[in-house]
Nanobody
Framework: VQLQASGGGLVQTGGSLRLSCAAS????????VAWFRQATGKEREFVAALRWTNSNPFYADSVKGRFTISRDNAKSTLYLQMNSLQPEDTAVYYC???????????????????WGRGTLVTVSS
């Protein structure tokens, strides 16, 4: 499986971006999909996830109310709509997916099997 994230860029504080992640080699069917991010000098952190078995999304507290995760299973594409961006949102954003994951591991990077290369989001103050 190859995941290709896109849509990153430079945006001013308060602006919006929409990230996309296209999967090739395998469909999203049956997979939990998620976004993580990693700022320079920091560990990779959970942003949002969507389980296959439940349409309710999960968000990090830091992005709740500002970011929206969605998926188009027919296109095997994952999205992250980011609004009201802040400088602390600056990071490389990664999309990821896994078939078997328990609820308590949704925020754990090592629980995911496939990762994209990431797309850089820079929010200027």
């Amino acid at each position: 499986v190859q995941l290709q994230a896109s849509g990153g860029g430079l945006v001013q504080t308060g602006g919006s971006l929409r990230l996309s992640c296209a999967a090739s080699g395998r469909t999203f069917s049956g997979y939990t999909v998620a976004w993580f991010r990693q700022a320079t000098g920091k560990e990779r952190e959970f942003v949002a996830a969507l389980r296959w078995t439940n349409s309710n999304p999960f968000y990090a507290d830091s992005v709740k109310g500002r970011f929206t995760i969605s998926r188009d299973n027919a296109k095997s594409t994952l999205y992250l709509q980011m609004n009201s961006l802040q400088p602390e949102d600056t990071a490389v954003y990664y999309c990821t997916m896994t078939r078997n994951i328990i609820l308590s591991n949704l925020r754990v990077p090592s629980a995911y099997d496939f990762w994209g290369r990431g797309t850089l989001v820079t929010v200027s103050s």
